[in-house]
Each structure stands twice: as C-alpha cells, then as structure tokens.
C-alpha cells in the first residue's frame, strides 16, 4: 500500500517562483528520496536524504527532513518551465525480506513560462 | 553507472493475449527487482518484489496468476500480463535494488507504456 502522502496535488506556478512540495509517511524510514516523471517518460532520481540527515541541498533543490513528524518538503527555486513535471516521494522501508521503496501519491508541478 | 534496461518501451496488444516485459541489468546483479505499475495520473504502486531463483512476492489484491514474474537469473527478470484485457492498460515499471557505492539504491528501467485494444 502507499506510504506517503503528498501536497499538494497539483500546483502552479510562474517562472522563476520557488515551489514546495510536501511529503508525510507512517513508518520508519532508511532514507526518502524524490523522484521526477514527465508525462508518459520514466522516472528520474533528484536526491536522496538519509533519515539522520535534516537537509540537503542539490543544485535548485533542497530537500528537509523531519523524522519526528514523518515529513520531508522539496523546495525547487527559481523554477523554469522545464520544471514541469510530477515530483514523487520515495521512502526507502527496512522489512523483514529487505528493504523496498514506496512512493507517495505525487504532486503535479506546472510551471508557467 | 548502475542501468536497468527495460524492453519493450511501448506494446499494442489484442484483447486475450499474454504480453512479456523484460528487465534486464547490464553491469551489475540484481538479486531483487520490483515491478511497478502506474495509472494515468496516478502514482506507482508496487505490484511484486522477485528474488533471483525463488518465487516472487505479490502485494495484495495482485493476481500471481495474471501478472507471471520469473527472475531466473541476476541479470533478467520478466513480468508476463496473460489474458491481457484492457483495464490491464497502464505504465509498467521494473526496478532493481542496486548496492554500488555511489548509488541511491535502486535503479528503474524506462518503463513499458501497454495498451490493450
């Protein structure tokens, strides 16, 4: 079953703006990763944050983590229209066979030029 | 770095017909992939985790004997949708676990986009 929970759904938004995205999860985690998907296209990975790790940053991106509140936020800056795109949440779950990733429900970024 | 080579990228296929989507590591071993599948606008659910030489493990409400998954060695594992229908239609993605050094630990094919008429 999906673990996350994102949000918002959907946004939009004007060149150049920052948007954030929101991330909430029921277990414990190893790390949470974000992932971007054009429409119809795979999936690429933007960055991984480990759960002892608070923030990180990676070009535009800056992931927090909140561990005590089972949150994480992508803060994408200065966003251009080639940002368009769904951004999913991954959390990566220790269980009993091995570990697995369980992505959240997905927030779909427009970004008007 | 780690690539998971997924084929083919899109498949048409009649109502009634089995379809076979392979996944394949080129330059490491992959000795659990997932197979994801995604709806329209929908996120990716995890539909089974396969082990190299031993059955796959299916979330629930995933029918085993539908959705076929063989992961017969540590480069290749296959999902086969049999009797396909068309609410069979959707995006199906493979990813394996990967343990290199520098990598986040998983890696995805590109995807398979089936469309069942």
């Known amino acids: 079953s999906q673990q996350g929970e994102e949000d918002p759904q959907a946004l939009s938004i004007q060149e150049g703006e920052n948007a954030t995205m929101n991330c909430s999860y029921k277990t414990s985690i190893n790390n949470l990763q974000w992932y971007r998907q054009n429409s119809g296209r795979g999936l690429v990975h933007l960055i991984l944050?480990?759960?002892?790790?608070r923030e990180k940053h990676s070009g535009r991106l800056r992931v927090t983590l909140d561990t005590s509140k089972k949150s994480s936020s992508l803060l994408i800056t200065a966003s251009r229209a080639a940002d368009t795109a769904s951004y999913f949440c991954a959390t990566d779950v220790r269980e009993t066979s091995g570990s697995r990733l369980t992505f959240g429900e997905g927030t779909q970024l427009t970004v008007n030029p | 770095g780690a690539v998971v080579s997924q084929h083919p990228s899109w498949v048409i296929c009649k109502s009634g017909t089995s379809v076979k989507i392979e996944c394949r590591s080129l330059?490491?071993?992959?000795?659990?992939m997932f197979w994801y599948r995604q709806f329209p606008k929908q996120s990716l659910m995890l539909m089974a985790t396969s082990n190299e030489g031993s059955k796959a493990t299916y979330e629930q409400g995933v029918e085993k004997d539908k959705f076929l998954i063989n992961h017969a060695s540590l480069t290749l594992s296959t999902l086969t949708v049999t009797s396909a229908h068309p609410e069979d239609s959707s995006f199906y993605i493979c990813?394996?676990?990967?343990?290199?050094?520098?990598?986040?630990?998983?890696?995805f094919g590109s995807g398979t986009r089936l469309t069942v008429v």
């Open positions: 990813s394996a676990r990967d343990r290199g050094p520098v990598g986040h630990g998983y890696t």
């Open positions: 944050i480990r759960s002892n790790e």
């Open positions: 330059d490491f071993q992959a000795t659990t």
